[in-house]
């Protein structure tokens, strides 16, 4: 096992474990479809009949992608994105690519950013002591170990640099943190950025 084929993971668990990890994921069983939030005007501009998309509330927004409601005609722009199928056809394997709408959709999609949003919550509420601690908890949540000496640098760097930049930016800092300062807006771009790393997507 320990020299299986390395892979990245599906578009379903990528979105379940960015959730997971958050502490946002509504595990109950059964029930009906749910819509999570999409960009708006995706059905209405491919023209599919109904009226366009409307997210769900409350836990409809966290259900596992299991879940979610599909129109064949207009599948979600982000399982697309990350090779899921339109389920207009069997399709018994998937095909990965790597392409750069990829890294895009963690970092602009408003599920992603809300994940990241609260694992910063959840760091600093289990690790109050310090950032380095904050982040080295993000990443070993994320990936089950902690960072090895190199990712943990990358990540300090990471850290000063944006803490730096939001310092010097209020209004990126309120749009990024939601008014909680510096910190929190820095490591909430830490969290998206991990949560877009190889070392979080792909199973080795």
């Not at 690790?127 to 380095?132: C, G, R, V, Y």
């Amino acid at each position: 096992m320990a020299r299986g084929p390395s892979y990245r993971l599906s578009s379903e668990a990528i979105r379940d474990q960015a959730l997971f990890a958050a502490g946002l994921l509504v595990e109950k069983i059964g029930g009906p479809s749910v819509k999570p939030w999409q960009p708006p005007g995706v059905w209405s501009e491919a023209g599919a009949s109904g009226g366009d998309y409307k997210p769900d509330t409350g836990e409809g927004l966290y259900r596992r992608s299991i879940y979610r409601y599909i129109k064949r005609t207009a599948p979600p722009p982000m399982m697309i994105t990350l090779d899921a199928g339109s389920r207009e056809i069997c399709q018994p394997r998937r095909l990965s690519t790597n392409t750069p709408l990829q890294p895009l959709i963690f970092l602009n999609d408003q599920g992603f950013f809300e994940c990241a949003r609260k694992l910063t919550d959840r760091c600093i509420a289990e690790t109050p002591e310090s950032p380095a601690a904050q982040f080295t908890h993000a990443f070993q949540i994320l990936t089950c170990r902690p960072p090895r000496d190199g990712e943990l640098k990358a990540l300090e760097e990471l850290y000063a640099s944006q803490l730096a930049r939001y310092q010097k930016d209020p209004v990126a800092t309120r749009s990024v943190s939601g008014g909680e300062g510096p910190h929190r807006a820095a490591l909430t771009t830490l969290c998206s950025t991990l949560l877009t790393s190889d070392a979080v997507i792909t199973n080795r």
